[in-house]
């Protein structure tokens, strides 16, 4: 069986391996990674709704960052299904996430409180 889709003998075992690669047509793999992005997006939808209880019991200052930092996760999420729906690149998806990150990151950083002046300063 001389086929030319065969490659020659395997150097350690001795014998023939196949050199056919086989991918699945690209409205598959679209597909997957919609649906992927769909999955990302619930994921993100259910972290926010078990937060949301607890931002209500949390006093002023700390339940306006915990908002922040759900609504950010709420506009990835949004980001998802957008790509989910062929609105926007995947290339534009990761720059709103890379943008996600960031808010997130500046919301997490301690933030020095603001001074409060008298009449001496």
Same mark, same amino acid.
Do not use: K
């Given at each position: 069986?001389?086929?030319?889709?065969?490659?020659?003998?395997?150097?350690?075992?001795?014998?023939?391996?196949?050199? !056919? =690669?086989?991918?699945?047509?690209?409205?598959?793999?679209?597909?997957?990674?919609?649906?992927?992005?769909?999955?990302?997006?619930?994921?993100?939808?259910?972290?926010?709704?078990?937060? !949301? %209880?607890?931002?209500?019991?949390?006093?002023?200052?700390?339940?306006?960052? =915990?908002?922040?930092?759900?609504?950010?996760?709420?506009?990835?999420?949004?980001?998802?299904?957008?790509?989910?729906?062929?609105?926007?690149?995947?290339?534009?998806?990761?720059?709103?996430?890379?943008?996600?990150?960031?808010?997130?990151?500046? !919301?997490?950083?301690?933030?020095?409180? %603001?001074?409060? !002046?008298?009449?001496?300063?």
């Amino acid at each position: 069986m001389n086929d030319d889709r065969v490659s020659g003998p395997d150097e350690v075992h001795g014998y023939r391996t196949w050199s !056919l =690669s086989v991918s699945a047509p690209r409205e598959v793999l679209m597909f997957r990674y919609r649906r992927r992005a769909l999955a990302s997006a619930r994921a993100l939808d259910q972290a926010v709704n078990s937060q !949301l %209880a607890c931002v209500a019991r949390l006093p002023e200052d700390a339940r306006r960052r =915990s908002a922040d930092h759900l609504a950010e996760l709420v506009t990835l999420a949004q980001a998802y299904r957008a790509y989910a729906r062929g609105w926007i690149s995947y290339r534009e998806l990761e720059n709103r996430g890379r943008i996600a990150t960031a808010r997130l990151s500046h !919301l997490r950083s301690p933030h020095p409180a %603001a001074a409060h !002046l008298t009449e001496r300063d």
